[in-house]
T-cell receptor, first 113, second 115 residues
Framework: DGGITQSPKYLFRKEGQNVTLSCEQN?????MYWYRQDPGQGLRLIYY???????QKGDIAEGYSVSREKKESFPLTVTSAQKNPTAFYLC????????????FGPGTRLTVL | GESVGLHLPTLSVQEGDNSIINCAYS??????FIWYKQESGKGPQFIID?????DKRQGQRVTVLLNKTVKHLSLQIAATQPGDSAVYFC??????????????FGSGTQLTVLP
């Protein structure tokens, strides 16, 4: 079955540590996205990528970094510079202008201890 | 600034009744709208979409209505079931950056189906 996988489902981090969230898709989608969701709120765009080796900042990119070395993979690193990293992180992908809406993964819940 | 918002943060309906979830948008350039359903601890799930050249679109038990005059979007769920309990988000897009679709999300409405 095609889809998006995110790992791990739950992640705990000590303050001052960097942590990388995994996102893999087998939908052959060109574009991939990372969103952050805080309790009772909507989704905010962190970074997006249109194509391999390309990525653009979203609305809340500070304290985060990404890479897109393969079409299937778009890992997100939450750095120690992110002041309030505890949140639910969602990865998504889309097929481009002729494709359907953004398709989401199951999410990773990050908690900073 | 441009934004997508929801009129009601919570909605409770009796099982079997119809549900209507509303959404207001302010960006008149938005040309594509999506409704997502999100269950607790899970990623958003696509429900239905509509393009700005349409007023109505129907799916299985769901209908989306778009009123561009007043910049209003609604999701109607027929014969609401317990499994429909979730948070519902509307999202709008004004287009693409290359192949990437830029979406702006509302804050969501919690739908609770009562037995």
């Amino acid at each position: 079955d095609g889809g998006i996988t995110q790992s791990p489902k739950y992640l705990f981090r000590k303050e001052g540590q960097n942590v990388t969230l995994s996102c893999e898709q087998n939908l052959n989608h060109d574009a991939m996205y990372w969103y952050r969701q805080d309790p009772g709120q909507g989704l905010r765009l962190i970074y997006y990528s249109q194509i391999v080796n390309d990525f653009q900042k979203g609305d809340i990119a500070e304290g985060y970094s990404v890479s897109r070395e393969k079409k299937e993979s778009f890992p997100l690193t939450v750095t120690s510079a992110q002041k309030n990293p505890t949140a639910f992180y969602l990865c998504a992908s889309s097929a481009g202008k002729s494709g359907t809406s953004n398709f989401f993964g199951p999410g990773t819940r990050l908690t900073v201890l | 600034g441009e934004s997508v918002g929801l009129h009601l943060p919570t909605l409770s309906v009796q099982e079997g009744d119809n549900s209507i979830i509303n959404c207001a948008y302010s960006n008149s350039a938005s040309d594509y709208f999506i409704w997502y359903k999100q269950e607790s601890g899970k990623g958003p799930q696509f429900i239905i979409d509509i393009r700005s050249n349409m007023d109505k679109r129907q799916g299985q038990r769901v209908t989306v209505l778009l009123n561009k005059t007043v910049k209003h979007l609604s999701l109607q769920i027929a014969a609401t079931q317990p499994g429909d309990s979730a948070v519902y988000f509307c999202a709008e897009t004004t287009g693409f950056s290359g192949s990437a679709r830029q979406l702006t999300f509302g804050s969501g409405t919690q739908l609770t189906v009562l037995p």
